[in-house]
């Protein structure tokens, strides 16, 4: 089993980024995959998580209208676009996945190694 996070990045406040989380080795359309980040010394953070169909998909408050998860299914990728971004959001962003409903945030089964995201001027 592999998650291979990609497209991070340094961005300017108001800037964007689009994050891509490539899997492999299970079975990716039957899995609820999701979007954390986590700074160094603080706990990981849930960001975005989207259904196994791709037609549900939910975000924190801290991200909601800047944010959007989305997947595809025959690609086995997932993609977190990252706009109107700020200092704040500077972090390590991680994909990850759950096979069963409703445990992604507390419990994923995979994780990947993550891509940094940087936002500075």
């Known amino acids: 089993v592999q998650l291979v996070e990609s497209g991070g990045g340094l961005v300017q406040p108001g800037g964007s980024l689009r994050l891509s989380c490539a899997a492999s080795?299970?079975?990716?359309?039957?899995?609820?995959m999701g979007w954390f980040r986590q700074a160094p010394g603080k706990e990981r953070e849930y960001v975005a998580r989207?259904?196994?169909?791709?037609?549900?998909?939910y975000y924190a408050d801290s991200v909601k209208g800047r944010f959007t998860i989305s997947r595809d299914n025959a690609k086995k990728m997932v993609y977190l676009q990252m706009n109107s971004l700020k200092p704040e959001d500077t972090d390590v962003y991680y994909c990850?996945?759950?096979?069963?409903?409703?445990?992604?945030?507390?419990?994923?089964?995979?994780w990947g190694q993550g891509t940094q995201v940087t936002v500075s001027s």
């Open positions: 989207i259904s196994y169909s791709g037609d549900t998909t």
């Open positions: 080795g299970f079975t990716f359309s039957a899995y609820e």
């Open positions: 990850a996945a759950a096979g069963r409903i409703g445990t992604i945030i507390l419990s994923p089964d995979y």
